[in-house]
C-alpha cells in the first residue's frame, strides 16, 4: 500500500493554518455567531492550533527516521567490513549473531549477485512482519490516523515493501546501486500495516559480493502514536473542561442579557405597562451595572412619556377654553345687531386669539428647552450684570408697573455657564411672577449671592405668599392662580414652569420658600453651579 511521507526531510503543515486563518479574517465571520457560539469559539479556538500538533509529529517521525537511516548505514558498513576477512562459517555465525542482536534480516550476496546466506534460513528470525488481517480495531484506527493525517501534510508516496521473487542481488534497486558504485545504499519502505522497513545495502570486500540489511522499525511507529495519543488525550480533556466553562461563563452572560431584551421588547410593545426592567442588584460586575442602567433608563422613559402625555392633555385642555369662548362670540356675531354688544364680541374673540397665540407660543418654548440647550454653546455669564440689564430694560418698557426692583449682591462675583438668552429668560419670569402678586408700590427685592460654589438669585415679593402646600405646585404646567384683580388669561401658567426646566438644564435649581425675613411675601429662589 502506498503512503504519503517517504521523504524524511519533508513535514508540511501549512494548509491547517492557513485555513484558519482565511475563516477567522472572513469579514464578518464572527458576528454573525450568538453571544455562546462566539465565546465558545474564542475558547476552543486556540485548542483547535494545539491539536495541529497532532500534523507535526509527522516531523517527529522525519526526525526519528532520518536517525534511522544513518544507524543503518552504519551498521552495513561495519558489518560488511567484519565479513570481509572471515571465513564462511564464521560469515554465517555473523549473520546470525547481529541479526538477532539488532532485530534484522541479513543477507549476503555474491559477487554475481546470488543470495549466498540468509540469517532468516540460518535461524529463527529476528522479528515478524505483522498480518493485519488479525488487527484489533485499535490498530485499524491508528493506521487510518495515519493516512489522514499524512494525506493532509501532503507528505510524498513511499514504496510498499515487497519480498521480490526471485532472490538475487539485481532484485533489489538499493543493491544493484551499491554494486554499480560501491557504496553503501539506504532505503525506506513501508509495510501493509503502516510500519517503516528500511534497508541498507553495502558491499562486502573487493571481490562483488553485497550485503543487505532489512529492518522493520516498529518502535517508530508505536512511539508516534503513543505521542499521538498522548495529545489527542490531553486535547480531548482540556477541550472538554474548556467548553464546559466556557458553557458556564457564556451563560452568566448571555442569560441576564436575554432576559434584560425581553423586558425591553416588552416595554417597547407596550404590552405589559408596568413591566419591571429587572436590575440584578446581585451582579456587581459589568452585566449588573449594564442591567441597572437599563432599568433606571425604562423608568426614565416612562417619566417622560408620562410627561409628555400628560402635557399633551393639559395642552388640549388649555386651548380648548378661549376656542370655545371664540366659537361661541364668532357664532354670535351674525346673530347680534348691538353695536356696543358685537364690539363686545370682538374683544372677546380678540382676546381668546392673543391668548391662544400666547399659549401656542408658550407651549413651543417649553418643548425647546431640552432640545436647544443639548445643541448649545455657553458662556461665562455675570448674573449681577444681567439683572441690571434686565431692571433697566422693563423700567424703558414700563413693564414693572411702579414696582421698584432693588438690587443687592454680596459674595464673589456672579459668574455661571450658561446661555444668556435663557437665563434671562428665567429672570423675566421670576420678575412678571413678583410683578403680578405685589401690591402697588410694594418694592421687588432681588439677592444676588455667590459662595464660590454656587450662584444664587433670590426675587422676594410683598404678595399674600405660597402655602406651603403649593410650593412645588406653582411650577406644573398650566398651574395658575393669579391675583383678583388681574384680567383671565393674561398668563399662560407655563411661566415657572418653563423656568425651572431652564434652570435644570444647566444643572441648577429653581425653588418657592416664604421669605426669609418672616415678612408677608413670597421668594423664589433661583440657583447656579459658580462659573470659575
Excluded at 283 to 294: F, P, W
Amino acid at each position: 500500500m502506498a503512503r504519503t511521507g517517504s521523504d524524511p526531510s519533508s513535514g508540511k503543515s501549512g494548509p491547517l493554518t492557513k485555513a484558519i486563518g482565511q475563516v477567522i479574517e472572513r469579514p464578518g465571520f464572527v458576528t454573525r455567531f450568538s453571544l455562546t457560539a462566539r465565546i465558545l469559539i474564542v475558547n476552543i479556538l486556540p485548542l483547535a492550533f494545539l491539536s495541529g500538533g497532532l500534523f507535526y509529529l509527522d516531523t517527529y517521525r522525519t526526525q526519528l527516521i532520518d536517525e534511522r537511516f544513518k544507524l543503518a548505514r552504519i551498521e552495513a558498513q561495519i558489518t560488511a567490513e567484519a565479513l570481509a576477512g572471515a571465513t564462511r562459517s564464521r560469515q554465517e555465525a555473523l549473520l546470525v549473531q547481529i541479526g538477532q542482536e539488532q532485530r534484522m534480516r541479513m543477507r549476503m550476496f555474491d559477487a554475481e549477485g546470488a543470495l549466498w546466506a540468509d540469517s532468516f534460513a540460518l535461524a529463527e528470525p529476528a522479528f515478524e512482519l505483522n498480518d493485519i488481517t488479525n488487527d484489533t480495531w485499535e490498530q485499524e484506527l491508528a493506521r487510518w490516523l495515519d493516512r489522514t493525517v499524512d494525506t493532509i501534510v501532503r507528505a510524498p508516496a513511499v514504496t510498499d515493501y515487497v519480498e521480490p521473487e526471485g532472490q538475487t542481488a539485481d532484485a533489489w534497486p538499493e543493491l544493484k546501486q551499491a554494486r554499480e558504485e560501491g557504496l553503501s545504499q539506504v532505503r525506506l519502505y513501508d509495510w501493509v500495516d503502516g510500519t517503516p522497513v528500511i534497508t541498507a545495502a553495502a558491499p562486502v570486500g573487493l571481490n562483488g559480493a553485497t550485503l543487505l540489511t532489512v529492518r522493520n522499525a516498529v518502535d517508530i511507529t508505536e512511539s508516534v502514536r503513543a505521542a499521538r495519543t498522548a495529545l489527542i488525550t490531553a486535547v480531548l480533556l482540556v477541550l472538554g473542561a474548556s467548553a464546559a466553562l466556557s458553557l458556564y461563563l457564556a451563560r452568566t452572560i448571555v442569560s441576564p442579557l436575554q432576559l434584560l431584551a425581553g423586558s425591553t421588547q416588552r416595554v417597547r410593545l407596550g404590552r405589559e405597562r408596568e413591566v419591571e426592567v429587572p436590575r440584578l442588584p446581585e451582579r456587581k460586575d459589568e452585566i449588573g451595572q449594564l442591567a441597572r442602567s437599563v432599568s433606571d433608563m425604562t423608568l426614565a422613559l416612562r417619566q417622560r412619556i408620562d410627561a409628555v402625555d400628560s402635557f399633551a392633555a393639559d395642552v388640549a385642555h388649555e386651548i380648548k377654553n378661549p376656542l370655545a369662548s371664540l366659537r361661541s362670540a364668532i357664532e354670535s356675531l351674525p346673530k347680534v345687531k348691538d353695536k356696543e354688544t358685537r364690539e363686545k364680541l370682538e374683544q372677546i374673540a380678540t382676546h381668546d386669539v392673543r391668548r391662544i397665540d400666547r399659549l401656542v407660543s408658550e407651549i413651543s418654548d417649553a418643548s425647546r428647552i431640552d432640545a436647544e440647550m443639548s445643541r448649545a454653546t455657553l458662556e461665562v455669564i455675570d448674573m449681577a450684570d444681567l439683572i441690571r440689564a434686565i431692571i433697566g430694560s422693563r423700567e424703558n418698557r414700563a413693564e414693572n408697573h411702579d414696582h421698584r426692583i432693588e438690587l443687592s449682591t454680596r459674595g464673589f462675583k456672579a459668574n455661571v455657564l450658561g446661555v444668556g438668552a435663557r437665563l434671562e429668560r428665567v429672570v423675566e419670569n421670576l420678575f412678571d411672577n413678583a410683578v403680578s402678586f405685589s401690591p402697588a408700590d410694594a418694592p421687588i427685592e432681588v439677592m444676588v449671592d455667590n459662595d464660590g460654589a454656587c450662584v444664587t438669585v433670590t426675587v422676594c415679593d410683598s404678595g399674600p405668599g405660597i402655602p406651603e402646600d403649593s410650593r412645588e405646585k406653582v411650577f406644573h404646567r398650566f398651574h395658575s392662580v393669579r391675583p383678583e384683580d388681574e384680567d383671565f388669561g393674561n398668563h399662560s401658567g407655563l411661566g415657572l414652569a418653563i423656568a425651572r426646566a431652564i434652570a435644570q438644564a444647566h444643572d441648577g435649581s429653581l425653588v418657592a420658600e416664604a421669605r426669609p425675613d418672616g415678612a408677608q411675601g413670597a421668594c423664589l429662589r433661583f440657583q447656579l453651579p459658580a462659573a470659575e
